[in-house]
């Protein structure tokens, strides 16, 4: 299976529902927040490509996008076939 990481920040609500979808599906995540932290700020826009929204979510390299993003893998059922 591959790694997930999840940039996030404070208060938002679609950070909250893809951390509780790989919770509820007892997937292993690495959460980033990049609230306060500049540094982790910037690793995300370079791993986006740009992209400032929350949550940024990848499988190892692969750049999943955001909770609608997500959403869509998992209303498809291609989930499981992206983790790998």
């Given at each position: 299976?591959?790694?997930?990481?999840?940039?996030?920040?404070?208060?938002?609500?679609?950070?909250?529902?893809?951390k509780?979808?790989?919770?509820?599906?007892?997937?292993?995540?690495?959460?980033?927040?990049?609230?306060?932290?500049?540094?982790?700020?910037?690793?995300?826009?370079?791993?986006?490509?740009g992209?400032?929204?929350?949550?940024?979510?990848?499988?190892?390299?692969?750049?999943?996008?955001?909770?609608?993003?997500?959403?869509?893998?998992?209303?498809?059922?291609?989930?499981?076939?992206?983790?790998?």
């Amino acid at each position: 299976m591959k790694k997930v990481v999840i940039y996030t920040k404070d208060y938002c609500p679609y950070c909250d529902r893809a951390k509780n979808y790989f919770r509820e599906h007892k997937i292993p995540f690495e959460e980033r927040d990049v609230t306060n932290n500049p540094i982790l700020l910037e690793e995300m826009l370079k791993r986006s490509n740009g992209r400032r929204t929350v949550p940024e979510i990848f499988f190892d390299e692969d750049h999943v996008g955001g909770w609608d993003d997500l959403n869509q893998l998992i209303q498809n059922k291609k989930i499981e076939e992206r983790l790998g």
